[in-house]
């Protein structure tokens, strides 16, 4: 009798895990999503990248890139143009942990004038670990660029 219950109570733990989990991960796309992320690369720390919402009081860059995350699994990144100007791409997102880690990747549509370029060159696949997220700060560790 001993080890079923020892089991239920594994059981019921692990079904708990797993629900702390889907709620953390429900929690931090509630503060990524519908917000204009800018690149605050002052705050980088420790191999991560900070970005902050554009509501932030900058202090002067020359330029700053940054993402915006829809409800409908789209993106739009803001990149710095070789004019000096902005230019942006638009993209698909997908949000999921594994191995307690909030795993973001992105799909990232490349509009080129020189359309000579083969399809696959056109798509960037990015991977990022979101590290921490807060209405103030996000901070990411890019995984991947292929």
Known sequence: M?????????????????LLMACQA???????????WIRSFEDDKEGTQAYRP???????????????FEKDETLTKQ??????G??????KWNFYLKKDKAILDI???????NIDKKQD????????????ASDSILFVKKLNEK
């Open 2 to 18: 001993k080890f079923f219950t020892k089991l239920s109570l594994l059981f019921t733990f692990s079904l708990f895990i797993i």
């Open 26 to 36: 429900e929690d931090i796309m509630k503060k990524v999503i519908g917000v204009t």
């Open 54 to 68: 554009e509501t932030y009081d900058f202090p002067p860059a020359r330029g700053r890139e940054g993402w915006r």
């Open 79 to 84: 990149v710095i143009a070789p004019t000096d």
């Open 86 to 91: 902005y230019v942006s791409q638009r993209g």
């Open 107 to 113: 799909i990232l549509e490349i509009v080129q004038e």
């Open 121 to 132: 060159e056109k798509v960037k696949k990015l991977s990022y670990e979101i590290v921490s």
